[in-house]
């Protein structure tokens, strides 16, 4: 379960670091709301508003500053990474039949799934006009790249629901799309923002994917295992809308001939997984911890790609953060 317990200093370190630099891209944020029509500037901002971690923004600035320095370009490839992040948050929870986000109601429960479809239509847009802001059409085309690869992850994620043959290399690569594809991105061209090699920004591309990977599994634990006073968005969507993630898979591999007839039963008739029926299979704890185990080693193969930055209080940052999500990834553990 995820704790209540007020964040420690070590786990505010890596953000507190950029504070200020995090606070350019609020404001920046906001300043990019006023640039939408008077008629939708609500809707904008209402989403905009729901403030989150602001993880991308952060990779971003915290490898522009293990770098060399942060620049305006790292808080502008924070800003894109954040609008694309919006828009697919908008999207998800569409798709998912969501009705909180962040403790608040999300926007399709506001204003119905037409007008939040064109909404996160207008935010995914948005931040690709502001991609080409940017010198080099090589970072206009890979910020372009990232969005694509977020859509199309969906997309074969939500033709996938409840299909048996889905495997785990299909679930790692559609994660790696949905989720991973901005992490790495953000880590990346701050990277190449900051004038680094080739090979370096390669390295931090790898050391984003791993991190947005792992988070996903947190994510996707945290669905099955999360409290949603807690957490503070609707929960186990993933179960009714069948997707098969990461502890489902590790379920359906370990369990007994008997416990995966009854499983794939309901996932063909396409029937809720609740967690009465999973809480009945022994091996569910073991497929849960296992999901846990793969994302903490993702986490520790990650801290080895930050090696181009050297060491700096914003590499030890980087590090902090991959450190603090193996922290939550624990608790997931029942």
Same mark, same amino acid.
Request: aromatic share 6%; net charge negative; hydrophobic share 40%.
């Given at each position: 379960?995820? @704790? ?71 808080? %502008? ?8 992040? =919006?828009?697919? &948050? ?12 962040? =403790? ?10 037409? &007008?939040?479809? !064109? ?9 690709? +006009? ?15 790249? @990232? ?16 299909? #048996? ?13 949905? +989720? ?15 004038? =680094? ?5 390669? $390295? ?5 994917? %791993? &991190? ?14 999360? @409290? ?14 069948? %997707? ?17 007839? %009854? !499983? ?33 080693? =993702? &986490? ?11 060491? @700096? ?14 922290? #939550?990834?624990?608790?997931?553990? $029942?």
């Amino acid at each position: 379960m995820a @704790s209540t317990t007020t964040p420690s200093r070590d786990e505010l370190f890596p953000f507190e670091l950029v504070r200020p630099q995090l606070e350019r891209v609020e404001t920046s944020i906001r300043e990019q709301v006023r640039g939408f029509d008077p008629a939708i500037e609500p809707y904008v901002a209402y989403v905009c508003n729901t403030s989150g971690k602001r993880i991308r923004p952060a990779l971003a600035i915290l490898v522009g500053g293990a770098a060399g320095g942060v620049t305006g370009d790292h808080v %502008k490839l924070g800003v894109i990474m954040e609008l694309i992040h =919006m828009a697919t &948050l908008v999207h998800d929870d569409i798709i998912d039949g969501a009705n909180t986000r962040r =403790m608040v109601p999300t926007a399709n429960a506001k204003w119905g799934n037409s &007008l939040s479809v !064109l909404l996160g239509d207008a935010l995914f847009s948005h931040a690709l +006009t502001l991609a080409t802001d940017f010198d080099s059409i090589d970072i206009c085309r890979k910020v372009g790249n @990232s969005a694509r690869e977020v859509c199309q992850g969906e997309i074969i994620q939500t033709q996938r629901r409840f299909d #048996l043959t889905f495997t785990k290399a299909e679930y790692f690569q559609v994660i790696g799309m949905k +989720t991973g594809a901005l992490f790495a991105c953000a880590a990346g061209l701050a990277a190449k923002l900051s004038g =680094m090699d080739e090979a370096a920004e390669a $390295r931090l591309y790898d050391y984003g994917m %791993k &991190l947005g990977t792992a988070y996903q599994i947190y994510d996707d634990c945290l669905d099955l295992v999360g @409290s949603e006073e807690v957490v503070g968005k609707t929960l186990r969507t993933d179960l009714v809308k069948g %997707k098969l993630t990461l502890p489902i898979l590790n379920l359906l591999e370990t369990a007994s001939e008997a416990q995966r007839i %009854k !499983l794939n039963k309901r996932i063909l008739d396409q029937e809720p997984l609740d967690l009465p029926v999973l809480l009945g299979i022994a091996e569910y704890e073991g497929a849960v911890e296992s999901a846990v185990d793969t994302a903490l080693a =993702m &986490l520790a193969e990650s801290r080895d790609d930050l090696a181009p930055l050297g060491k @700096s209080e914003y590499a030890d940052a980087l590090v902090q953060i991959t450190r603090f999500l193996g922290g #939550l990834l624990e608790k997931c553990r $029942r």
